[in-house]
């Protein structure tokens, strides 16, 4: 049976409230040989009801819509005929927040629409919707209605959040001038945290940054995989969420311990020794990694060049090997120990299986463990 279910086509399910672009992605679907659209549906209530009705594997949904939108029917759906659903949306900071929420509601994935919401340049991105679409398909639906937990509920008071230092910042891919910043010394520990993570990512971090104290002695570096825009709405949510600081990186500015920096969508993100201490680079010039910038490849590279510091290196959930490369030159240069998500929890398995059987992976853990698991090689 199992055999049987592994080679029939994916049943795919387009929902849009553009008939342009139900057509243009439906087209794009239907040439990959292991996919198939068995319907549209042209706002949140026809996709409720196609839904229940066609048993779809996979859905794409848009989120603004007419009578129901696209949040809404995710809500319902996921709460009676829950399925894997990925998100096409435009960059709007409406549009980014809401993205964000379904995926916390169980989607998979978000596709960022190219020319917003009726996208004649589609086409730039068919690689992208097409391998995202076919991944999210083999997603299993406990995985999406999974709760995101906490180790422990508290009220998030802002200002006992570590105070963030501002620097001037020149233009990105200018040299930095560390005469811009504070000449203060920023101190930092001797050990930095390094997380990578894909599909599935928002709502690993969630878990994993959530369950961090408010004294965090570490600074922490985040590649999730993510169109731009959409990384600062990541930022913003999880540092609301957070007792720690959670902010989008910015280029030059200073790292601190108790923050966590998340590399901004469309650019690499690297660091650097100054006189004061460490700060962040990125780069919007150099190639995509794998199809990816930022790239986990490209930061644990450049941490592999920082032989005075020790890492705790985080793998997570996420479809392809971004990160292996950069995790054997790290691990052969510095001392870092990583750790990988398990199987049991990563809603696409490719990033942390990539590591682990390398062997280069020290500790596997279920993605409510790692916080735990950061803690502990710490002390």
Do not use: W
């Not at 963030?164 to 910043?181: A, E, H, M, V, Y």
């Amino acid at each position: 049976m199992a055999d049987v279910l592994a080679s029939r086509k994916k049943r795919v399910l387009v929902v849009d409230d553009s008939a342009f672009m139900r057509k243009l992605i439906s087209d794009m679907l239907n040439k990959h040989p292991m996919m198939e659209i068995v319907g549209i549906a042209r706002n949140g209530k026809d996709s409720v009801e196609k839904v229940r009705d066609l048993q779809p594997d996979v859905v794409t949904m848009d989120i603004e819509m007419p009578i129901m939108d696209g949040l809404e029917a995710l809500k319902e759906i996921m709460t009676n005929n829950p399925v894997p659903v990925v998100i096409l949306s435009s960059t709007t900071k409406h549009n980014t927040e809401n993205a964000l929420l379904a995926i916390e509601y169980g989607a998979v994935d978000i596709i960022a629409k190219p020319g917003g919401a009726i996208s004649l340049n589609l086409h730039e991105i068919e690689k992208e919707i097409v391998e995202k679409v076919f991944a999210a398909s083999n997603v299993g639906i406990n995985m999406l209605t999974r709760k995101i937990t906490s180790s422990t509920q508290h009220t998030i008071l802002p200002v006992k959040k570590r105070e963030i230092q501002d620097g001037s910042r020149p233009d990105i891919g200018s040299t930095p001038n560390s005469s811009s910043f504070s000449k203060s010394i920023v101190k930092c520990t001797k050990t930095f945290v390094i997380i990578g993570t894909s599909t599935g990512g928002p709502r690993a971090l969630q878990e994993v940054i959530t369950r961090l104290p408010a004294d965090f002695p570490c600074p922490i570096l985040i590649v999730q995989h993510m169109p731009p825009g959409f990384t600062k709405s990541l930022a913003e949510r999880l540092n609301g969420l957070s007792e720690i600081a959670v902010k989008e990186a910015e280029h030059s500015e200073m790292i601190q311990n108790g923050t966590a920096y998340i590399a901004p969508g469309g650019l690499h993100m690297t660091f650097e020794k100054t006189v004061v201490g460490y700060q962040i680079v990125l780069d919007s010039k150099a190639s995509p990694r794998s199809g990816h910038r930022p790239a986990v490849n490209m930061l644990l590279e450049s941490a592999a060049t920082h032989k005075e510091l020790d890492y705790i290196t985080v793998i997570m959930t996420g479809m392809g090997y971004d990160g292996k490369e950069g995790m054997e030159l790290l691990r052969s240069s510095c001392k870092t120990v990583t750790i990988a998500e398990s199987n049991n929890t990563a809603v696409v398995y490719g990033m942390p299986k990539a590591i682990i059987d390398a062997g280069l992976c020290d500790q596997v853990k279920d993605v409510q463990q790692i916080a735990d698991a950061i803690l502990g090689n710490l002390k």
